[in-house]
């Protein structure tokens, strides 16, 4: 039988365990560092990584952070044994009630274009689209 689920804050121990989760559901891109990302969520008391566990099994993640004034959500991801079960749902809103204890008014998200299918995801959770054009730069040398 399966273990229930629990959500809780990651602990830097569950590095590997969520690195792994998000290579399975295909976040981690080529540009991105997952474990200096996991390590710089937990850093710090404006961001952190949200979990779900079965027993010691990392079976759902959600990274959520506030920048002072806009919170943002980044590597939901759902083992893909465990999706359409409703726990991508309750990961997305433990992070919104980590952000509205914090007194965050709305909350963003980016979706790759090549991931737009999951925009329907979003869309039952009370998401919609937010025409704008997104500009980045890196801080660092690439
Ligand atoms: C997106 C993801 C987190 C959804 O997790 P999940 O646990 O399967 O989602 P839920 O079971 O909580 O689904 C909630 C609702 O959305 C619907 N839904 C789930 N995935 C969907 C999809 N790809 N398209 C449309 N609707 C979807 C469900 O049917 C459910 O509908 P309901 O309101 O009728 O109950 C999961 O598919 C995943 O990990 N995908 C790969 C990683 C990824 O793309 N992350 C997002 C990056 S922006």
Do not use: C
């Not at 891109?29 to 996991?38: G, I, R, Y």
């Amino acid at each position: 039988m399966d273990r229930p689920i629990e959500l809780r804050p990651a602990t830097p121990d569950d590095a590997a365990a969520t690195i792994a989760l998000w290579h399975d559901a295909a976040l981690v891109a080529s540009h991105n560092d997952p474990a200096a990302d996991f390590a710089f969520a937990l850093a710090g008391p404006s961001s952190t990584v949200v979990l779900a566990t079965a027993g010691a099994t990392v079976v759902g993640s959600v990274m959520v952070g506030h920048d002072g004034h806009r919170g943002w959500l980044y590597y939901l991801a759902v083992a893909p044994t465990r999706r359409r079960a409703g726990l991508g749902r309750d990961l997305v809103a433990a992070a919104e009630r980590w952000l509205a204890a914090r007194g965050v008014p709305k909350v963003h998200l980016m979706v790759r274009e090549d991931n737009r299918a999951v925009a329907g995801f979003y869309e039952r959770l009370g998401y919609a689209d937010m025409p704008r054009v997104l500009m980045s730069k890196w801080l660092h040398p690439g």
